[in-house]
Structure formats: C-alpha cells, structure tokens
C-alpha cells in the first residue's frame, strides 16, 4: 500500500458526459502528479501540482482539467468525455516538486460507452 | 526529441532463470533515472532511482545498472519467481524546468515480463 488512495476505482459512463476523479496524496506529500494508461500504451503525463499550484503540464486535453486543494487532495475533471478516453488514470505524490521518489496509487479504470 | 526506449517488449522466462531488460534513452539534460514494477491493472512501484554518479543499485533480487554515457540502463531480475511476472518501466527524468509537453519525465512502454513454472 503506497498510502495514495484514489476513488473511484472503476467509473462506467457515457460519451458527451462528465467525470470527477479524486486523489488523497501520502501524508506530508506536496506534490500530486496525474497520469493517464490507455490499454497496451505507456504512462502519460498529465499534470503535476505542488501545493496547491500548478508545476508542470504534459499532454492533457484541453476538455480535461485539475486542481489541487488546500487539504493538499487533487481532482481531475474530465469533461465531453470520448471513447478514446477509456483508460487507466494513475495519480502519483511526492514530498519534493522534482519527481525523485513518487508513490502510486491504484489508479481508477474509466470506461467511455 | 527526448525518447525512452525499452527491450524487449515482451519475455517469457522460466521460474529460477535470470533475465535482463534494456532501456536507452536520449533524455537531455539528464536528472535520474528509475524503474518501476507495474502488476496488471495496478500502479507502478518504484524498483530503484539512479543518478547521475551511480552505476549500479540492487533492490533484492533486482539490480539496476546504468552508463550515463551510452545512456542506457538494463535492469537485471535473479532467480525469478512467478510473482516478477509484470511489466517493468524504465523512466528519466531531465532536469527541472526542461519543460516540454512531455514535463521532466519521459516513460518507456515497459517490457512484459511472463514468468512460467
């Protein structure tokens, strides 16, 4: 157990909808990184925050969009969702905002119908 | 253009052998490089970090090696067990403030490891 914890686990919905998943990052941790796995594909970076800010973007959709609270969760918002969405969506934490060491959690799997 | 790249893709060992997994990457300028275990359908745990100076870490069973001047690291499993079967992900990461879309981090695709009794 890493001490990430994300929720949902599994999300079924439709195309055209809209999504809110949730991080809790370790204790102590400032960091939250996102991350997207579609099926058989590597890890893509989505988005990294520290404390509250936005730190680092990678490849994320404009239809997509997160923040980082003053209790340090995060959420990624997901929005006029598309099949090609369907996907592993890993958040990560770390204590520093230069990725040495980060912790996984299990991921939520979403299905776009 | 910043790369991380992985072989093989996929191997299939038997219980008891050893194998070794690549990674070379042109990440430039380069911070660390990490590899992680990624069980189906599960987050990745982080296996061991190299920096710049560190040619060699062992986590266990696992050791890392890594030639920062050819750029490449393998990542050597002894006496594998069923329970290495998974995929195995070498990432770098470059400097801060590189930027880019890709942000400091560049993943490979892992190679799928299949152990078989």
């Known amino acids: 157990d890493s001490g990430v914890t994300q929720t949902p686990k599994h999300l079924i919905t439709a195309t055209g909808q809209r999504v809110t998943l949730r991080c809790s990052p370790r204790?102590?941790?400032?960091?939250v990184y996102w991350y997207q796995q579609s099926l058989d594909q590597g890890l893509q970076f989505l988005i990294q925050?520290?404390?509250?800010?936005?730190?680092a973007k990678g490849n994320i959709l404009e239809r997509f969009s997160a923040q980082q609270f003053p209790d340090l969760h995060s959420e990624l918002n997901l929005s006029s969702l598309e099949l090609g969405d369907s996907a592993l969506y890993f958040c990560?934490?770390?204590?520093?905002?230069?990725?040495?060491?980060?912790?996984f959690g299990p991921g939520t799997r979403l299905t776009v119908t | 253009k910043n790369q991380v790249e992985q072989s093989p893709q996929s191997l299939i060992i038997l219980e008891g052998k050893n194998c070794t997994l690549q990674?070379?990457?042109?990440?430039?300028?380069?911070?660390?490089l990490r590899w992680y275990k990624q069980d189906t359908g599960r987050g990745p745990v982080s296996l061991t970090i190299?920096?710049?100076?560190?040619n060699t870490k062992s986590n266990g069973r696992y050791t890392a090696t890594l030639d920062a001047d050819t750029k490449q690291s393998s990542l050597h499993i002894t006496a594998s067990q069923l329970s290495d079967s998974a995929s195995y992900i070498c990432?770098?990461?470059?400097?801060?403030?590189?930027?880019?879309?890709?942000?400091?981090?560049?993943f490979g695709k892992g190679t799928k490891l299949s152990v078989k009794p």
């Open positions: 990674c070379n990457y042109t990440v430039s300028p380069f911070s660390n």
């Open positions: 204790s102590g941790d400032l960091s």
């Open positions: 990560a934490s770390s204590t520093r905002t230069d990725h040495y060491e980060q912790y």
């Open positions: 925050y520290y404390n509250g800010e936005e730190r």
């Open positions: 190299m920096t710049f100076s560190e």
């Open positions: 990432v770098v990461s470059a400097l801060r403030n590189y930027g880019g879309s890709q942000g400091n981090l560049i």
